[in-house]
Nanobody
Framework: QVQLVESGGGLVQAGGSLGLSCAAS????????MGWFRQAPGKEREFVAG????????SYGDSVKGRFTISRDYTKNTLYLQMNNLKPEDTAVYYC?????????????????WGQGTQVTVSS
């Protein structure tokens, strides 16, 4: 079992920045590929970013490419999402997720573990 706890959400103006963290604990969290997803009211959960188990390969959703950066710190068992140039359409609950194996997935159902989510609100 792996437990994931997100933090760092909040309210920010458009054009601003925000950093999210996801603290992992439990059974060897470093053995998992990780991802960030988000879900806005009335919408499906959307892939935001993914990172390889090694931390050396990353992938981003088209809507955040060039603005968001995913990273992980193995010494702290923590996953990060740095969000820059935020837009009102980035408003959502953001979730971190982990799955066994080397690579992330863009499909929420292919993840084994989820955090409780953290709200990000971007005002115009």
């Amino acid at each position: 079992q792996v437990q994931l706890v997100e933090s760092g959400g909040g309210l920010v103006q458009a054009g601003g920045s925000l950093g999210l963290s996801c603290a992992a604990s439990g059974r060897t969290p470093s053995s998992y590929a990780m991802g960030w997803f988000r879900q806005a009211p009335g919408k499906e959960r959307e892939f935001v970013a993914g990172i390889h188990r090694s931390g050396h390969i990353t992938s981003y959703g088209d809507s955040v490419k060039g603005r968001f950066t995913i990273s992980r710190d193995y010494t702290k068992n923590t996953l990060y999402l740095q969000m820059n140039n935020l837009k009102p359409e980035d408003t959502a609950v953001y979730y971190c997720a982990g799955r066994g194996g080397n690579y992330w997935s863009r499909i929420p159902g292919e993840y084994d573990y989820w955090g409780q989510g953290t709200q990000v609100t971007v005002s115009s």
